[in-house]
């Protein structure tokens, strides 16, 4: 390009060339529409400086690459400048769409095995781990302390939202009364339901670990540990009991090993207090 420049009082004549350069051509990506949370990597090209508006959000606004993070719809503007310092601006427009408004059942605790239902916030679609159920509401009867994840996926967005519920489980308490018993009637039986950290409720309405009892019946125990309740019984009968004493009639201590020992048998020896034995 030539400037020629006439004075009007000679007739003289200036001429300058003047270089026009031409503006950046920005490389840019293209809008996008991404979920609440996502993090978007901006790339322009173009030129040796950039500059980023709005600067919110954004890693690093001067540099041509930087990630942004935003939390509504927004128009990020880049100026660029060349070798040259000719100028262009462009833009990129991110659309931000909402997770999933997700709702789930609050942290529990239950007993071993015992059935329980967690649901999460109906209208999307879910994914539970573990287990890899697919419906708002599962039902479970875990054994063992664990957390349960669930993802909801809006189907028309994309959008996911992730969270847990953690459900503890308390073990039963350990309870065996063994079987069925039946004594003599003078007898007295020792019942142990014993267990750490446990309360007791018998159902003679006495509240230790253990009990003697004195009496036939059926005896019940509750022994309740973290709200866990273990039922145990036994019945005990008993019986009149007698001694039998057997005495044989002769004995020969001939060293032949038959009948060389005058021996008594005698049962129910519980209510022998005393025996004496005379020839």
């Given at each position: 390009?030539?400037?020629?420049?006439?004075?009007?009082?000679?007739?003289d004549?200036?001429?300058?060339?003047?270089?026009?350069?031409?503006?950046?051509?920005?490389?840019?990506?293209?809008?996008?529409?991404?979920?609440?949370?996502?993090?978007?990597?901006?790339?322009?090209?173009?030129?040796?400086?950039?500059?980023?508006?709005?600067?919110?959000?954004?890693?690093?606004?001067?540099?041509?690459?930087?990630?942004?993070?935003?939390?509504?719809?927004?128009?990020?503007?880049?100026?660029?400048?060349?070798?040259?310092?000719?100028?262009?601006?462009?833009s990129?427009?991110?659309?931000?769409?909402?997770?999933?408004?997700?709702?789930?059942?609050?942290?529990?605790?239950?007993?071993?095995?015992?059935?329980?239902?967690?649901?999460?916030?109906?209208?999307?679609?879910?994914?539970?781990?573990?287990?890899?159920?697919?419906?708002?509401?599962?039902?479970?009867?875990?054994?063992?302390?664990?957390?349960?994840?669930?993802?909801?996926?809006?189907?028309?967005?994309?959008?996911?939202?992730?969270?847990?519920?953690?459900?503890?489980?308390?073990?039963?308490?350990?309870?065996?009364?063994?079987?069925?018993?039946?004594?003599c009637?003078?007898?007295?039986?020792?019942?142990?339901?014993?267990?750490?950290?446990?309360?007791?409720?018998?159902?003679?309405?006495?509240?230790?670990?253990?009990?003697?009892?004195?009496?036939?019946?059926?005896?019940?125990?509750e022994?309740?540990?973290?709200?866990?309740?273990?039922?145990?019984?036994?019945?005990?009968?008993?019986?009149?009991?007698?001694?039998?004493?057997?005495?044989?009639?002769?004995?020969?201590?001939?060293?032949?090993?038959?009948?060389?020992?005058?021996?008594?048998?005698?049962?129910?020896?519980?209510?022998?207090?005393e025996?004496?034995?005379?020839?």
């Amino acid at each position: 390009v030539k400037s020629i420049i006439t004075y009007s009082t000679t007739t003289d004549t200036a001429v300058e060339d003047f270089v026009v350069f031409p503006k950046p051509v920005i490389s840019l990506i293209e809008d996008q529409i991404i979920c609440f949370g996502d993090s978007v990597q901006l790339m322009a090209s173009g030129g040796t400086t950039y500059a980023w508006t709005p600067a919110n959000a954004i890693s690093d606004d001067s540099i041509p690459n930087p990630y942004v993070k935003p939390s509504v719809n927004t128009n990020y503007i880049v100026t660029v400048t060349d070798s040259n310092a000719c100028v262009a601006k462009d833009s990129v427009k991110l659309i931000v769409n909402p997770l999933p408004k997700l709702v789930v059942s609050n942290d529990t605790v239950i007993c071993s095995a015992s059935p329980i239902s967690i649901s999460a916030s109906i209208g999307y679609a879910y994914q539970w781990l573990p287990g890899g159920k697919n419906t708002a509401i599962i039902n479970e009867s875990p054994i063992s302390t664990r957390v349960y994840y669930v993802t909801a996926s809006d189907t028309i967005t994309k959008c996911q939202a992730t969270d847990s519920v953690k459900v503890t489980v308390n073990i039963y308490p350990s309870v065996k009364l063994g079987s069925d018993t039946l004594i003599c009637s003078y007898q007295n039986l020792l019942l142990n339901a014993e267990d750490s950290a446990s309360t007791y409720l018998w159902s003679s309405n006495e509240t230790t670990s253990s009990i003697i009892a004195t009496a036939e019946g059926i005896y019940i125990v509750e022994v309740t540990r973290n709200a866990c309740v273990t039922r145990d019984s036994i019945e005990i009968t008993m019986k009149e009991c007698y001694i039998q004493i057997f005495a044989p009639t002769a004995f020969s201590p001939n060293g032949d090993n038959k009948n060389d020992v005058f021996l008594l048998q005698i049962s129910g020896t519980d209510l022998l207090k005393e025996f004496e034995l005379k020839i």
